[in-house]
């Protein structure tokens, strides 16, 4: 944690307890044992509780809530896991998928359908021999498994290194697509290749087959992490810049994000980034959270695997207001930052890809309660 955060937190700990004592005291009679409570749950509500939830994962890659309390979980070497807030990781898959495990590769992204309710969809975004597959998938409430139904997207260049992966709905219903440059550089200012791209897919797209699709934006090396800004609807994106100059992008339609002609600071003619992080921080997952109440509500909270921590992204009146350190070194590399449906946030960690050091029970699932929610 820095320390502008660090001043933040104490700040409100003390605040709160301040509060609490006043509160007791004011009782008069109150037992120490009540006073004591409510010094407990004041410091708790000044900071945020992490709880882990689930343990032995093998890098786990996404996680996607298909109702309140159960969530799809992929795990990188092929297996797609069901989580539950109540019975926490179900021991068998509800699915396998054949993919290429190459280098940072595998089975990665995971969104379900805005009508999953009606359909069941569930799409999977993975790595093969022949390239980068989108699949749509069915998913079996009585079997617990998931079926495969059709491709909706390919001819997207995989490689051993920047694949991207990351897929999520928008609030306009559209899928949205991440892809990396796969290694090569010149493909994502090459129009006709769907490399270093947003992809957006309407829904008679993805529910459809082999949608024909047109660049959305262009000029990415290797993002990894989108979300939408409550109350604005603007799309945010994290990407990996080639030697520090990690980024958050605003993804704007028809905008070009300079790779691999333009990075850092000088962007000249090409769209630049919202927050450069100069020294890297290896940008993945991230969210905004919106539950209402929060000392974290409209930030936006991006798992880093450099640095292992979670990054704080602070909004002001809708413009970044700065940045700060959450959970710095407690859990390892954190790939994603998932907000829940009822305002949880969930961190997969990834200790287990070769470039972290596992702990016992490595990788996990943490279950953080913000602060004052």
Do not use: C
Request: glycine share 14%.
């Amino acid at each position: 944690m820095s320390a502008g955060s660090s001043r933040l937190l104490a700040g409100a700990l003390a605040t709160a307890v301040a509060a609490a004592a006043l509160a007791v005291q004011a009782g008069g009679d109150d037992s120490a044992s009540a006073r004591a409570d409510a010094l407990e749950r004041a410091s708790a509500a000044a900071a945020p509780q992490t709880r882990t939830v689930a343990t032995g994962l093998v890098i786990p890659w996404e996680m996607a809530f298909i109702d309140r309390r159960r969530a799809l979980v992929t795990e990188r070497p092929g297996r797609v896991r069901l989580f539950s807030t109540r019975g926490g990781l179900r021991g068998r898959p509800v699915a396998r998928i054949d993919v290429s495990a190459r280098g940072e590769g595998g089975l990665l992204g995971l969104a379900v359908d805005p009508r999953f309710r009606r359909n069941r969809f569930v799409y999977l975004y993975f790595t093969t021999s022949n390239g980068m597959k989108l699949v749509r998938y069915r998913y079996n409430y009585r079997h617990t498994r998931l079926r495969r139904d059709a491709l909706v997207l390919d001819r997207i260049r995989a490689g051993v290194i920047h694949d991207s992966g990351r897929i999520a709905f928008g609030p306009d219903d559209h899928l949205y697509v991440a892809t990396g440059d796969a290694g090569e550089p010149s493909l994502a200012q090459d129009r006709r290749s769907r490399n270093g791209k947003f992809l957006r897919l309407a829904p008679r797209k993805y529910r459809g087959r082999d949608a024909h699709v047109k660049p959305y934006t262009l000029g990415h090396r290797n993002p990894q992490g989108l979300d939408w800004q409550p109350g604005t609807g603007r799309l945010f994106a994290t990407e990996h810049g080639e030697v520090g100059n990690d980024e958050v992008n605003l993804i704007r339609e028809g905008h070009n994000y300079g790779w691999p002609r333009a990075e850092g600071r000088n962007h000249g003619r090409f769209t630049g980034p919202v927050v450069l992080y100069e020294n890297g921080i290896a940008p993945s997952g991230a969210t905004f959270v919106s539950k209402p109440g929060s000392k974290w509500t409209g930030d936006y909270l991006i798992g880093a695997l450099k640095g292992e921590h979670v990054n704080r992204v602070n909004f002001r009146n809708g413009r970044v207001a700065g940045t700060s350190r959450l959970f710095t070194g407690r859990f390892g590399r954190i790939r994603t930052v998932v907000e829940g449906p009822g305002g949880a946030l969930y961190l997969l960690t990834s200790n287990r890809d070769g470039r972290g050091n596992p702990r016992p029970g490595d990788d996990r699932i943490i279950r953080v309660t913000p602060p004052g929610a």
